[in-house]
């Protein structure tokens, strides 16, 4: 009873068989080559299908893309970073190896594999935030993937908290997104320098060869009270929408994966007492949200393909 | 096969018996008496049932309520206007009437009332926003309502729209609700009546002994240009937060109720308008999330709680 999770990436596809408790048991990876455009993707994929299943027959095949996906139909709607617009995945996933896929959001399907057999494993309810280059989103209640009634649900990056505010790649002002990605906290990192050239976070910079999502976190390290003040800002943005997702699922966790996540506990530790201050909600529940990091790294891509192919 | 659905408010205890097609077949009032302590509005809600069940077994009883509810454990947890914190509601009606209740937020079971047999019904998801003196919000996914983790989720009105905003009842700055309710309208209305003397807004409210939250309405039928520039700015952030719960949900439906909403086609043309600007998600997704109002007035608190006792 094996099932094949497949993660499509702009740069890399990656594949993993995984078995009946959730685990990978082989895996394989292969360039994307966005450039030579839909069918080589569609081919890519499928060699990697061949490639992993040596003489065995998979139960399932599931994939993780970004944008935006149709798992009724099979479409992928639009993945800009992968070239594809309205393109029939599944139908050219099928004709090169015979297998039905079942599509999901790549953040989606990274959700599921940490609310089922990662950090949320028995839980009842997990949202997924990636504070990357954007903020990914996935939202698992009760076990199931909340995708909506298009597949484009759980978008928790592009819900304005700054009406007015930082213009977002996607057309609106002040999502969450412009506030909490990496992408931000380098935006703010930088605005601070440039307020304070005796800041420490001058020198953390240069010997980091650059600007970083660390850089404000590594002078607060050193007693800065500029990298502070930077540190203090994300979090108090961070801590805004994670209030708002509380408000709006209450899930029992709330877990964190990407890139600023890497602070670990210098992020969670002043972002927990940031929601404290602003959850109006616990003074009479006796559950809490839990704020904790992921714990599957780049496998939860690979798992939660395969398990959305499990749950058929 | 009937069920009793009763709405506990602050004012009355309504009560209706519903058949199994979500009709109501009779129905009872009576005064709440929150002065009288909690033991006195459990009095009021059984001699309710007594005086509706006319010799009839009930198959369920649900109870929808104000604030926050539990429904595994059968406490209200915190209900300010009832004067109930911490109050085991089931236990207290079972005691009087040997009927073990269900319990849910009246804004959610109105919800599932218009999600199954209202303005939603066979729709795939619906959120009804309730425009009143707050923003009541219920969440039914899949015909499922969306409780969280600890009964409290499903609190739109109390994501934050504008970061530093204006003062929500809730004690954080900014939330959807403290732009979005009737409150807010007319705070926007005299706000703006103070900026112009010469609206038609005056008028307006002489006529209806006050200003309200049709004032600005009225006179922007009127042709007024202030009164325009008002609902504009309602509208903005109505559309803001209505975007925000497309880009999180994706529901197939949203269903305004509650004062403003009463105003039709007059909010929601200019609504959808607004929507249709920010909503980056439209362009490659072939369904749309639709806009309309809630057909089963006062009714979804009574029927949606029966419906709540139904899903046992």
Redesign the interface.
């Known amino acids: 009873m094996s099932y094949l999770g497949i993660d499509l990436g702009g740069t890399n596809i990656k594949g993993g068989v995984v078995n009946g408790a959730g685990e990978i048991v082989r895996e394989a990876s292969r360039p994307t080559h966005v450039e030579q455009g839909p069918d080589a993707i569609a081919d890519g994929i499928a060699a990697l299908v061949r490639e992993l299943e040596q003489g065995e027959t998979f139960e399932g095949v599931g994939l993780g893309c970004p944008g ?1 996906v ?1 798992d009724e139909t099979g479409e992928v ?2 993945a800009f970073n992968l070239n594809l ?2 393109y029939d995945l599944r139908a050219a996933i099928r004709e090169r190896t015979g297998y039905v896929i079942r599509l999901g959001n790549d953040a989606n399907v990274a959700a599921l594999a940490e609310a089922k057999v990662g950090v949320g494993r028995g ?3 997990v949202v997924v935030l990636t504070l990357g280059t954007g903020v990914g989103c996935g939202v698992v ?1 009760e076990g199931k993937m ?11 990056g ?8 930082y213009p977002c790649t ?3 002002k ?1 999502c969450f997104e412009a ?1 909490s990605s990496a992408t931000a906290l380098i935006r703010m990192t930088k605005e601070e320098m440039e307020r304070s050239p005796d800041s420490a976070m001058h020198a953390v910079a240069k010997e980091n060869g650059g600007v970083d999502g660390r850089t404000a976190f590594t002078a607060k390290e050193r007693g800065d009270a500029a990298g502070a003040a930077v540190v203090a800002e994300y979090v108090k ?1 961070l801590a ?1 929408g994670v ?2 997702v509380i ?6 966790i709330i877990a964190f994966s990407g890139g600023v996540a890497n602070q670990g506990e210098a992020l969670l530790v002043p972002l927990r007492e940031e929601v404290a201050k ?1 959850d ?2 616990r ?7 839990r704020l904790v990091n992921c714990t599957l790294g780049y496998q939860s891509g690979i798992i939660g393909a395969a398990l959305l192919a499990q749950d058929q």
Not at 247 to 252: A, L, R, V
């Open positions: 935006t149709d709607l639009c617009i309205h839980a009842h309810s209640l909340l995708t909506g009634y298009t597949g484009a649900a759980s978008e928790l592009h819900m304005v908290i700054r009406e007015d505010g996607c057309g609106r002040g506030y943005y805004s209030t708002n408000n709006i699922f209450f899930p029992e602003q109006f909600g003074k009479y529940v006796k559950k809490f949200t």
